[in-house]
């Protein structure tokens, strides 16, 4: 999966959970929490979504990584290389 | 049997170490005298809270700021005092008087605490919103409240009050924190008037009836409930704090509630503040390795949380707390949901200790049921009433209310008259009589009392929703779902979950010509979620083609939380007739 296409695959996990993010507007390295709200419940089902979606399973103690866009892309290209 | 976990001998004496004694000995008068008062009479939060120790104690930090960028900010006592009576010098110079409505929207930043205690030592009320509440939440309470003067960020302000200032007419000062020359048009520098104030001398001369706190909470219908609260509660809030979380002025307490909920306001500022102990404030969201490194570094003794984060705590393993040197802990409790079993006995593993259920509401101001530090735990139960407080399990006997036998399940009710029980549902009279029933105060929950006087609950009387131990109102979300033209009826219950007891579901029924498909499911729900806030929009949305209702035209939301967990649907002849 090329970096534009994980972007994306991550925007569309995070749209699902909270429809109400505009892609578009984000800045990718601002952290998402400044631009919308995202709650402890919305990051539990990102990751459940990211791991349907992916395969990913993002364990609790990394949560934090994936505070912004950018971030969160790298990490899970970061995942999905480690995996092989 | 029930199970029981037993506890060896205490460390540290228990600051209620013989309940029954406690109880015999237990007056209000003596409750009361154990408060400084203030000067010439009367009782003010705030001086309790803040002038009492800035004098015995200036040096003392009252609160450890743990801010997100990772710096660590440590107020005094004297600091709090200086920082409070300039707050109190700006309401005084905006013209604020007594029993003015002060709302904040803020994350937990320091502005926030000294804007809570500098309202209530000017004599105006306090009142917190949840910083992630919506436009449409906040535009509600504001104007249930008609709050007079906001405190909230820059960033806040834009994004969530600016849109709706048009529709909050009573709303006359907008103070932003942070940099003085990046305010909008509208609205004024906290930080510059904070500077240029002139300290107010001395607390307002409140009396124990003067109206202090305001808190929201939800009903299954109409609209949110703004609970008042007076000086007095301060009495309660005091003792409740030192026996529920065995407070000792030694401890380092951290409470990880939020000041736009109760719990952040009544131990979270004033419960710790009134018994002279340092509290720790996480400003980051849960984050389960910083959870377990601000327990370990910060030497935490008395750990108030919740059942939501405890669960998440519970899923992110044991190699975390094993990591951690959690020795110093202490007494750790637990409110805003009934805690299971599981996680009680998960304290003892994870911590070292069981954790503590305690019970309270909104209404309640205060702690009125505990598991208490000198007493072995039951998993499961609420635990016992403290000292002062009486509690009935009241069986419903034709039209009447009579006490139920020990083992019955009954509507929780509590004795009126305690010093921190709501006052008041503003502008709401008829719906605050409602609460009582002769001398009892009607909580709404099902419990009951076993032989041993511990307290278990069942469920809810009513349709709120509990969910991550926020209480959410059904009427509120239909009825911002109903405003989209999407969206022709909407019913809300509270879907079981294992994270948050419950999430809110939204049963919805098409508008004329709107395909129940993908696309109108994620536009109300960001339609939802823009007006609301995460904390109490719809997670899920289903599409149905009828929603079951009663005579007058109520959803019938009992129905459609039956046929959600697959239970019988009842005999609904008889639930149309029960509207």
């Known amino acids: ?84 | 049997m029930d199970e029981v976990i037993r506890k060896g001998p205490p460390e540290l004496t228990p600051t209620l170490p013989d309940y029954a004694r406690a109880c015999a000995d237990f007056s209000w008068d003596t409750a009361r005298a154990e408060l400084a008062g203030l000067p010439g009479g009367g009782l003010n939060i705030a001086f309790e809270a803040v002038d009492r120790y800035a004098t015995s104690a200036p040096e003392r930090v009252a609160f450890r700021f743990l801010r997100r960028g990772g710096e660590v900010e440590d107020l005094t006592w004297a600091g709090l005092r200086e920082g409070t009576a300039r707050f109190a010098g700006v309401l005084e110079g905006l013209g604020v008087r007594p029993g003015d409505r002060v709302f904040a929207l803020a994350g937990r930043i320091p502005e926030l605490y000294v804007a809570a205690l500098g309202t209530l030592r000017h004599g105006a009320v306090f009142c917190s919103l949840f910083a992630a509440f919506g436009p449409e939440p906040i535009r509600t309470r504001m104007e249930i409240g008609a709050g007079r003067v906001l405190v909230t960020t820059p960033a806040l302000y834009t994004r969530k009050v600016a849109p709706i200032r048009d529709r909050l007419p009573a709303l006359e000062f907008v103070l932003l924190t942070g940099d003085p020359n990046a305010c909008p048009e509208g609205t004024l520098s906290l930080t510059r008037l904070l500077e240029e104030a002139t300290p107010t001398k001395e607390a307002a001369q409140t009396r124990e009836d003067d109206p202090a706190l305001l808190h929201f909470t939800s009903g299954t219908t109409g609209k949110p409930k703004g609970a008042l609260h007076a000086h007095g509660a301060v009495i309660w809030h005091r003792l409740s704090a030192r026996w529920a979380l065995d407070l000792h002025p030694e401890d380092v307490y951290w409470c990880t509630a939020d000041p736009g909920w109760v719990t952040g306001v009544s131990y979270g500022i004033v419960g710790p503040l009134t018994n002279g102990v340092t509290s720790i404030v996480d400003e980051g969201e849960f984050n389960p390795e910083r959870w377990y490194r601000i327990l370990d570094e910060q030497r935490v003794t008395v750990w108030y949380t919740a059942p939501t984060a405890l669960r998440l705590l519970i899923r992110a393993g044991m190699d975390l707390p094993r990591a951690v040197d959690l020795s110093r802990l202490r007494h750790v409790a637990s409110v805003g949901e009934p805690l299971n079993p599981h996680a009680v006995r998960w304290g003892v593993e994870a911590l070292g200790l069981p954790i503590h259920d305690t019970w309270w509401q909104t209404e309640t101001g205060g702690i009125l049921i505990a598991n208490l530090a000198a007493e072995d735990i039951h998993p499961g139960a609420m635990g016992r009433t403290l000292p002062g407080i009486e509690a009935a399990i009241l069986a419903r006997r034709g039209d009447a209310l009579e006490p139920a036998p020990p083992g019955e399940e009954g509507e929780l009710a509590i004795r009126a008259g305690w010093p921190s029980m709501f006052r008041a549902y503003l502008n709401e009279e008829a719906r605050y009589r409602r609460c009582f029933k002769d001398s009892w105060y009607l909580t709404g929950d099902l419990a009951r009392r076993d032989a041993d006087g511990l307290l278990w609950f069942v469920g809810r009387a009513d349709d709120v929703i509990n969910s991550s131990g926020h209480l959410v109102g059904p009427f509120e979300v239909e009825s911002a779902l109903m405003e989209h033209p999407g969206a022709a009826e909407a019913g809300v219950i509270g879907k079981p979950d294992p994270v948050a007891m419950e999430v809110v579901k939204a049963f919805v029924i098409p508008a004329a010509g709107r395909a129940p498909d993908e696309a109108l499911r994620a536009e109300l729900m960001a339609y939802a979620r823009k007006r609301l806030g995460p904390a109490v929009a719809p997670r899920e949305i289903e599409f149905v083609t009828t929603l079951p209702r009663t005579r007058s035209g109520k959803v019938l939301r009992r129905l459609l939380k039956a046929r959600e967990l697959g239970l019988p649907e009842g005999d609904t002849s008889t639930l149309e007739e029960a509207s």
Do not use: C, K, W
Request: aromatic content about 4%; hydrophobic content about 45%; overall charge negative.
């Open chain 1, 1 to 84: 999966m090329t970096p534009s296409e994980l972007r994306q695959t991550f925007l569309d996990a995070l749209v699902h959970v909270a429809p109400d993010a505009e892609p578009d507007a984000l800045d990718p390295d601002a952290p998402l929490r400044d631009q919308m709200d995202l709650d402890s419940m919305d990051l539990l089902n990102l990751v459940i979504r990211l791991n349907e979606v992916l395969g990913v399973e993002v364990p609790e103690r990394d949560y934090p990584r994936l505070d912004s866009v950018s971030h969160a892309v790298a990490y899970l290209e970061g995942a999905l290389s480690a995996r092989g």
